[in-house]
């Protein structure tokens, strides 16, 4: 499967923004997916994950702040982030697995978008 991120942006702290995944090739739907995020100097972090099944995971940092969806007949992946703090501020990026553990490891993974939040 290959994965397309976007939808990043500059906004200001307290905004919302949605981040999209696109998806190609096989069957979106047999694929848990996963949001991850690198900020400048820092270790790529586990973000927010849906499993095929339904089931959902979040980071500490982000739970009800942010919302991970998808749309399988559109082949599409969302993270509704609400709340934003510029801590916020990162790359993000979108993966695709067909088993394992929610927050990784992950074997596809689409380029990053720039989600920059200001104060």
């Known amino acids: 499967v290959q994965l397309q991120a976007s939808g990043g942006g500059l906004v200001q702290a307290g905004d919302s923004l949605r981040l999209s995944c696109e998806a190609s090739g096989r069957a979106f739907r047999s694929y848990s997916v996963a949001w991850f995020r690198q900020a400048p100097g820092k270790e790529r972090e586990f973000v927010a994950a849906?499993?095929?099944?339904?089931?959902?995971d979040y980071a500490d940092s982000v739970r009800g702040r942010f919302t991970i969806s998808r749309e399988n007949t559109r082949n599409v992946a969302y993270l509704q982030m609400s709340s934003l703090m510029p801590e916020d501020t990162a790359v993000y990026y979108c993966a695709a697995q067909s088993a394992g553990a929610l927050r990784g490891p992950y074997g596809y993974w689409g380029q990053g978008t720039q989600v920059t939040v200001s104060s």
């Open positions: 849906l499993h095929l099944s339904g089931r959902t």
